[in-house]
């Protein structure tokens, strides 16, 4: 079982920048892969960062909507996931939700991730 708390989230204007932060509960944290998604009023739930494990190439995969602006990383030692946003843009608007999902090698389908925070919410006005 893996328990993820956000934080992080709040009100900017466009072109700023936030940090969101995922706490994860669990002995075997390192063994799950991380992602970001967000879910905008009216829209499905949509990824946005994935994470496999700390540095080294090929670790971490992204949306085309938010490459270059955005950066996804992990401290296994922590039990830590964050999202560094950069040149925010209204269409990032979005509740961001920190999701899990048993080893590191699967997916990024939704589906595949089983555990999921309460979400947090970001707001980017023009």
């Known amino acids: 079982q893996v328990q993820l708390v956000e934080s992080g989230g709040g009100s900017v204007q466009a072109g700023g920048s936030l940090r969101l932060s995922c706490a994860a509960s669990?002995?075997?944290?390192?063994?799950?892969?991380m992602g970001w998604f967000r879910q905008a009023p009216g829209k499905e739930r949509e990824f946005v960062a994935g994470?496999?494990?700390?540095?080294?190439?090929?670790?971490?995969t992204y949306a085309d909507s938010v490459k270059g602006r955005f950066t996804i990383s992990r401290d296994n030692a922590k039990n830590m996931v964050y999202l560094q946003m950069n040149s925010l843009k209204p269409e990032d608007t979005a509740v961001y939700f920190c999701?899990?999902?048993?080893?590191?090698?699967?997916?990024?389908?939704?589906?595949?991730?089983?555990?999921w925070g309460q979400g947090t919410q970001v707001t980017v006005s023009s």
């Open positions: 999701a899990a999902a048993p080893g590191l090698f699967g997916t990024w389908s939704r589906s595949d991730f089983g555990f």
């Open positions: 669990g002995r075997t944290f390192s063994n799950y892969r």
């Open positions: 994470i496999r494990w700390s540095g080294g190439s090929g670790s971490t």
